[in-house]
């Protein structure tokens, strides 16, 4: 039941809905134009992706560059990769977590990766 006992403003429901997704765009669109690094073997190789997951630079020392173990220099690279991604995972938790709990709660959103 409703407070008061009567039906819901429509209207209101409607503009609070509407809000919402205004400031879950905006959100999102924040996140799309926010970087964030991840780095590994102490610096030597450097990551950078958007909020969003997106690759947007690499940045490899010299020093970590062994032409006869290029396997090491691939993890290096990987664990980078990982290491942004997962700052830009807890930026997207930070900006759109509040965001899903006002929608019901942080699961089933769909596009939304929590």
Request: charged share 15%; net charge negative.
């Given at each position: ?38 780095q ?13 997951g ?36 807890a ?5 759109l ?18």
């Amino acid at each position: 039941m409703f407070p008061g006992g009567g039906q819901p403003n429509m209207q209101q429901l409607l503009q609070q809905a509407q809000k919402m997704q205004q400031d879950l765009q905006r959100a999102q669109e924040e996140l799309a134009n926010t970087e964030v690094d991840g780095q590994a073997g102490g610096g030597l190789v450097q990551a950078t992706v958007t909020g969003s997951g997106e690759l947007r630079a690499l940045r490899i020392d010299p020093k970590a560059v062994d032409p006869e173990d290029t396997e090491t220099l691939a993890d290096l690279i990987v664990a980078a990769v990982h290491a942004a991604n997962e700052n830009a995972q807890a930026l997207q938790q930070q900006k759109l977590g509040p965001l899903a709990q006002g929608l019901g709660g942080g699961t089933g959103i769909p596009g939304l990766p929590f």
